[in-house]
């Protein structure tokens, strides 16, 4: 695989968060009584089906290093699983959406990550520009759902960085679930509805697409120093916007376009800014 460069970190990046955004559209589908901590037991589970055979075929070499920062991960995960439950409303859109700008802080007291002119500008922007899509009108549990998420994909896309370099991403991502089976087991038989197994392949769909986006995040997350790429995490919306269309028969309107330029735009103009800013310092 060629280096990852800044520029390519964010084109995975808007990849990844626009197929992220099938996961959301397929929890969307749930019936209202649906069993949640079931239903999040079932992704944990079928994550772990999905990615065993990859992992059957990886170094096994110290699997269980840094087990500690799995953990962490995996519980930190397990806790935004949950809340994504509650929070795909459209008035909250905005909210889940400060993940990136959360990154900013986070990234400089956990790594003392020098934040730049050009990255604070382009994360401002975006998150600007989500709340001209989104155009959020209330604060309520939805919303506060939505925040605890962002938070946790702040902090897990971070961790990364703790994780042992020699684990591959099948390993990452099969560990990260693996651990948080006996909580969300735990909560299942706490929760104590009757077992139905009826959402396993929602689980199933909605996992496949979650774990390419989470993949994504491992590798240029581990790669590239989130300052500079994290912003990229805000064409997530444009997807949940495409896809409102197709599924759901949203029609969008202007202030899509308006919104999009100030997710778009900044995104290309730090990318460029910060491939100069490389060239220049070989030359030097």
């Not at 998420?149 to 971070?158: G, R």
């Not at 991403?169 to 693996?178: E, I, K, S, Y």
Request: with cysteine.
């Amino acid at each position: 695989m060629p280096k990852i460069t800044v520029g390519l970190a964010m084109t995975l990046l808007i990849i990844g968060n626009m197929i992220g955004v099938f996961s959301d559209a397929l929890i969307k589908t749930l019936p209202a009584d649906t069993a949640i901590y079931q239903f999040v037991l079932f992704r944990q589970l079928t994550a772990v089906l999905i990615l065993l055979p990859f992992c059957l075929f990886s170094n096994k070499q110290s699997l269980f290093a840094g087990l500690k920062w799995h953990f962490i991960r995996g519980h930190i995960w397990l806790l935004g699983a949950i809340f994504m439950i509650f929070a795909p409303l459209a008035t909250v859109n905005a909210i889940f959406y400060t993940a990136p700008l959360l990154m900013l802080p986070l990234a400089m007291i956990l790594f003392q990550e020098k934040l730049t002119s050009h990255s604070i500008a382009a994360a401002v922007l975006g998150f600007i520009g989500v709340l001209i899509v989104v155009k959020p009108t209330q604060i309520n549990w939805a919303a506060i759902a939505a925040l605890v998420v962002a938070l946790t994909m702040a902090v897990n896309n971070l961790l990364v960085r703790k994780l042992p370099q020699h684990h591959n991403v099948f390993q990452t991502l099969m560990l990260t679930n693996l651990v948080g089976i006996p909580a969300a087991l735990g909560l299942a038989l706490w929760e104590g509805k009757p077992w139905d197994w009826t959402p396993m392949l929602t689980a199933t769909g909605s996992n496949t697409f979650i774990l390419i986006y989470a993949g994504i995040c491992v590798m240029v997350y581990r790669a590239i120093e989130a300052s500079k790429i994290s912003s990229a995490e805000y064409t997530g919306l444009l997807g949940a916007v495409v896809v409102g269309v197709l599924w759901f028969d949203e029609i969008p309107d202007l202030s899509l376009a308006i919104g999009s330029s100030l997710i778009i735009i900044p995104l290309i103009w730090l990318a460029k800014v910060e491939a100069k800013i490389k060239q220049t310092s070989k030359i030097i």
